[in-house]
């Protein structure tokens, strides 16, 4: 079963289990069916994604959008603000 099928590039999520619990993370890799890499532009910054397993996130129905031209951790922190 594909369990990424309703994810996207963009889409914002929030850790349900782990050391960064309760934080809020915007997908911008989906490595396969089991694994993302996630950013907040705090703590996991563009340079250093978390990987994190599908199972140990809640799904939020927004989408950033990471196709701009100069996309940075101030502009993910700034997508995000909204939800902390």
Do not use: A, C, W
Request: proline share 2%.
């Amino acid at each position: 079963m594909d369990k990424t099928i309703s994810l996207q590039r963009g889409q914002v999520v929030k850790s349900k289990k782990g050391r960064d619990e309760g934080q809020v993370f915007v997908i911008i890799e989906i490595i396969d069916d089991n694994y993302l890499l996630l950013v907040n532009g705090k703590s996991r910054k563009l340079e250093k994604p978390k990987k994190k397993k599908v199972k140990h996130i809640s799904i939020y129905k927004d989408i950033v959008n990471l196709d701009v031209k100069d996309i940075n951790d101030s502009y993910i922190r700034k997508m995000l603000k909204p939800y902390s």
